[in-house]
């Protein structure tokens, strides 16, 4: 019942009007303005989260990888059971060094191109929508796929950059004395960061959708 009476909330909402399914809803409830104003804020929006995977990538050098990976093996085994090495042998370090190199890698170059893409999608919009009113309500049919495709590929680019600096900070954050040390540390407040921003996050979307 509490999932249904949250989808109530949408309806008659801004959102309602976005994907409204026809040219006469769409020039009733839609303004070109607003919507403009809604890309141009994605636009500024995906430049800055861009900023984040550069910043990490130039951190990352081939020294910092050599290094961690030396700090990792002088780590006891319950450090590495701490990191989610499986039992702390030579093999399961590098299993683990291999993995966590492939999947940074690839949402750090994900989480650029991305919100580049989207960026193309919001020139794309500015460049194709009509400044008629009653054209762009025809061109709105279609043209919604194109504004929906701007809003989930800047959502998509702020969960793959977060994911990153989670990644980021689990491994690379601290002095070299206290690795090993602070590794479970590290993880706790990982996991504390990201239920406050859940539960801050399904707090927003209850109150004020």
Same mark, same amino acid.
């Given at each position: 019942?509490?999932?249904?009476?949250?989808?109530?909330?949408?309806?008659?909402?801004?959102?309602?009007?976005?994907?409204?399914?026809t040219?006469?809803? &769409?020039?009733? $409830?839609l303004?070109?303005?607003? +919507?403009?104003?809604?890309?141009?804020?994605?636009?500024?929006? @995906? *430049?800055? #989260?861009? *900023?984040? /995977?550069?910043g990490?990538?130039?951190?990352l050098? /081939?020294?910092?990888?050599?290094s961690?990976?030396?700090l990792l093996?002088q780590?006891t085994?319950?450090?590495k059971?701490?990191?989610?090495?499986?039992?702390?042998?030579?093999?399961d370090v590098?299993w683990?060094? @291999?993995? %966590?190199?492939? *999947? %940074?890698?690839?949402?750090l170059?994900?989480?650029i191109y991305?919100?580049?893409?989207?960026?193309?999608?919001?020139?794309w919009?500015?460049?194709?929508? /009509? *400044?008629?009113?009653?054209?762009?309500?025809k061109w709105?049919?279609?043209?919604r796929?194109?504004?929906?495709?701007?809003?989930l590929?800047?959502?998509?680019?702020?969960?793959?950059v977060?994911? &990153?600096? $989670?990644?980021?900070?689990?491994?690379?954050?601290?002095r070299?004395?206290?690795?090993?040390?602070n &590794?479970?540390?590290?993880n706790?407040? #990982?996991?504390t960061?990201? &239920?406050?921003?859940?539960? +801050?996050?399904?707090?927003?979307?209850?109150i004020?959708?």
């Open positions: 019942m509490k999932a249904f009476g949250l989808c109530r909330r949408f309806k008659d909402s801004r959102l309602d009007d976005i994907i409204a399914r040219a006469e809803l &769409a020039a009733a $409830n303004e070109v303005g607003e +919507l403009d104003t809604i890309v141009a804020q994605t636009s500024t929006i @995906n *430049t800055f #989260i861009i *900023t984040f /995977p550069l990490i990538m130039q951190v050098q /081939p020294a910092v990888w050599d961690f990976l030396l093996q780590c085994e319950s450090q059971e701490s990191m989610g090495i499986k039992d702390g042998s030579s093999n590098q683990y060094f @291999n993995r %966590l190199y492939d *999947t %940074l890698s690839r949402l170059i994900t989480g991305l919100p580049i893409l989207t960026i193309i999608f919001s020139l919009y500015y460049i194709t929508r /009509p *400044t008629n009113k009653h054209k762009f309500a709105w049919i279609r043209g796929y194109l504004f929906s495709s701007i809003i590929g800047t959502a998509f680019s702020v969960i793959l977060l994911f &990153a600096v $989670n990644l980021f900070y689990i491994n690379f954050f601290g070299s004395s206290d690795f090993c040390k &590794a479970a540390s590290r706790s407040n #990982i996991s960061g990201s &239920a406050i921003l859940i539960v +801050l996050l399904g707090t927003y979307l209850y004020f959708i």
